[in-house]
């Protein structure tokens, strides 16, 4: 069988998984009458996915390969390999946090000592002036810096505008390129990118938590431009789409989150905020722009940028709290109280990140681990700070490439 037949095994294959688990499709574009195949009926047993999963693995790696299809081989075995891991842990195989991590995400979460949390505590607890723990000053400035709900949408549309303009001037969008935004509530996330195919997404933004001035830049760059929606319009459009324009690959119309993309995938979509929007310039929009426009004092930008920094190395902090969790060795309370004191959200934030640890698991790698790996892999290849023409052309290169961390070398060490 030639690569492409495989190739619909497996896109079909994800679909009757997406039955055992709501979250695992997180986009599909394809034929729709094999979406409708899927969802009639019971879904098929566990058991059996999991010898399809196997035989489609088998039959990808023993398939003659046209000229130009290494990439896509690779591709489909190391997307395959983390489909056939989600199902043995749905069928009630233990992995480790670490295990699961390196089956789903082809990259070993590293463990960070709670000495080096410890430290970068300390560097911000010498920046936050006043009285009281480090912690409490923390949510004091912040406090100054959050958006009116009335205003929320008002600022991320600016923000957006802003960072599809910088976007545009880098990479061609296709002629249809849209998304829409909608506001909800009661979910565990803070933002989520589905995209429809076509160019078009749905942004939902949760309000069910006070949303901080940052953010905005950062959800509209990160599930936006260049982030999660550019990601998935250039996939679709280079490999997608039929000849000539793309490749007619069908496997890209389908994206399992479960799966190294996601590692990719997030990874890039948290390196790009800064690829769009480097240091000062960040600074000088957010201040410039966004703080007029939610009400607040642009006095206060400079220095909710210097805390937002120290930020960096605490975000590793998550990994250690779902680690500790799924672990088993911090209870719930326990693990809440960590990302209090490490991660400085509040209770009712730890609260909400334990609920997306709940569902989505070791994938909370993908947005740190993910990060650092895709900036050292860009910076390695001259797209630097210093070279910011240099470093768009590196990073629209990897969001549009079927490669996957193995194939990056993205190794943590
Ligand atoms: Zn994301």
Sequence with gaps: MALSDWASDYVNLVLAVGRHDGDFVDAYYGPQAWKTVAGTGDPRPLAELLGEARRILDGVANSTLLADEDLRRDYLMGQLGAVEAHLARLHGQRFSFDDEAEALYQVRPPHLPEVTLESALARLDDLLEGSGSVQERYQQVRERVIVPVARVDGVFHAAIAEARERTRQHATLPAADHFTVEYVTDKPWSAYNWYQGGGTSVIQVNLDLPIAIDRALDLAA?????????????????????????????????????????????????????????????????????????????????????????????????????????????????????????????????????????????????????????????????GTVADPARRWAVFLDLISSPRLPLGLGLRSS
């Design 222 to 382: 990160h599930e936006g431009y260049p982030g999660h929606h550019v990601y998935n319009a250039l996939l679709e459009q280079r490999f997608a789409r039929p000849a000539p324009e793309g490749r007619g690959w069908l496997e890209f119309t389908i994206y399992p989150l479960f799966s190294p993309q996601s590692l990719i995938a997030e990874g890039t979509a948290n390196f790009g905020i800064e690829v769009a929007f480097p240091g000062e310039d960040r600074l000088a929009f957010e201040r410039e722009v966004l703080f007029p426009l939610a009400g607040l004092d642009p006095a206060e930008a400079e220095r909710w940028a210097r805390v937002q920094a120290e930020l960096k190395v605490l975000a590793f902090a998550d990994n250690e709290a779902a680690r500790g969790y799924l672990d088993g060795r911090l209870d719930r309370a326990a693990a809440e109280a960590f990302l209090v004191r490490y991660s400085l959200r509040t209770e009712a934030q730890a609260a909400q990140r334990l609920r997306f640890i709940d569902a989505y698991r070791s994938y909370v790698i993908n947005y740190n681990l993910g990060e650092q790996l895709v900036r050292t892999w860009v910076e390695r290849r001259g």
